[in-house]
């Protein structure tokens, strides 16, 4: 399996926009969808969007839906996740996996990055 390698994150105050990525390192997603999850402090992961390959569907969850667009880029082999007007909530570590879109969508793709940390504190 390709391995799959997430930055972006850090430390920003609330109102700003971020932009994370997640980078087939080592190969290419070969065909696969991508998803973006996160998991907050004492919480269970959450869905947040997933791409087909072609780049069209794309689904967000409703927590989600407005503020964050996904994108990809196969020639760079990376999937983007673009975050508008970060709120503290948003405060969490975001993860991507990629494989068949089901399995994305429903959290059980095998394939995973190791997460990249976004703060939101003002």
């Known amino acids: 399996q390709v391995q799959l390698v997430e930055s972006g994150g850090g430390l920003v105050q609330p109102g700003v926009s971020l932009r994370l990525s997640c980078a087939a390192s080592g190969g290419t997603f070969k065909g696969d969808a991508v998803g973006w999850f996160r998991q907050a402090p004492g919480k269970e992961r959450e869905f947040v969007s997933a791409i087909s390959w072609s780049g069209s569907p794309v689904v967000y969850s409703d927590s989600v839906k407005g503020r964050f667009t996904t994108s990809r880029d196969n020639a760079k082999n990376t999937v983007y996740l673009q975050i508008k007007s970060l709120q503290v909530e948003d405060t969490a570590v975001y993860y991507c996996?990629?494989?068949?879109?089901?399995?994305?969508?429903?959290?059980?793709?095998?394939?995973w990055g190791q997460g990249t940390q976004v703060t939101v504190s003002s």
């Open positions: 996996a990629s494989g068949p879109i089901r399995a994305v969508v429903s959290g059980t793709a095998s394939n």
